[in-house]
């Protein structure tokens, strides 16, 4: 569950909606190689582990092989990288509170840092995992709830059908593979951009936390399948509301 939901976050379910409206089939076929990359990790990356399963942090573990120095350079880098990552998550809730509540996007952000400061800080990385789980839960929940209500609108109105691919570029899937057409290689970069199995500081934190590397290895395989899942199924939401409505505005 943990793994779950540190791969797939608030901003993987708004950005990849949207995205898949805007560029179809070009932004959810790199979009997968996010699931392709905990394959890798599983397999390429947590059986050269063992030396490091007693450490607490990827910092920690430079910190063990290279030095005090390197551990402190990794410790500053992993708060940078993730600095864009949170943000972005922070965005998206503020930007929920502000539609449901009509609440001041950035003061609902600051009391939402607060918050999560307290009680990470004090919980520990058990309270982490009982949000994950929680996370998961809520999305395991809602978005095939959406994907079923979208379905059964176009399914009702009788505006799915194979013309809706047929007509529309972004959504043939042998139009996209065209490597003559302009998007073709920004996608297979993208596509290879997020199949990189980078041990970043979450990963590395989420592997550590198995009884041994065999059942982290088994946990990524697990995850990797269900996180391709969620992928397609918020890349489904996309596209029925393209169906529904190609005006609608991605970004509002």
């Known amino acids: 569950s943990t793994i779950i939901a540190t791969t797939v976050t608030g901003s993987l379910f708004t950005i990849g909606m949207s995205m898949t409206y805007l560029e179809g089939l070009y932004d959810l076929l790199p979009a997968c190689g996010i699931a392709l990359c905990t394959f890798l990790i599983a397999y390429f990356i947590i059986p050269k582990m063992k030396s490091f399963s007693d450490r607490l942090s990827i910092a920690d573990a430079m910190g063990k092989r290279y030095g005090s120095l390197a551990g402190m350079i990794t410790a500053i880098c992993a708060v940078i990288s993730s600095l864009g990552i949170i943000a972005v998550q922070y965005k998206v809730f503020g930007e929920v509170i502000n539609y449901f509540l009509n609440f001041d996007p950035v003061s609902a ?11 990470s ?7 982490v995992t009982f949000t994950d789980i929680l996370q998961l839960t809520i999305f395991g929940t809602v978005i095939p709830l959406i994907d079923f209500i979208l379905w059964r609108t176009t399914i009702t109105t009788n505006i799915l059908s194979y013309d809706v691919i047929a007509t529309n570029d972004i959504f043939n899937l042998w139009h996209v593979l065209d490597y003559k ?11 290879i951009y997020f199949m990189i199995p980078l041990p970043n500081p979450a ?3 989420r592997i550590i936390m198995g009884s041994t590397l065999n059942q982290a290895k088994r946990a990524f395989n697990i995850s990797g399948i269900v996180v391709l899942f969620i992928i397609i199924a918020v890349a489904w939401i996309g ?6 409505n190609p005006n609608l505005d991605p970004g509002g």
Do not use: D, E, K
């Open 203 to 205: 990963a590395f934190q």
């Open 121 to 127: 800080a004090f919980g520990g990385i058990r309270s």
């Open 181 to 191: 057409q302009p998007g073709f290689w920004p996608m297979v970069t993208l596509f």
């Open 109 to 119: 952000i600051i009391c939402t840092g607060c918050i999560i400061t307290l009680y």
């Open 239 to 244: 596209f029925l509301l393209y169906v529904i």
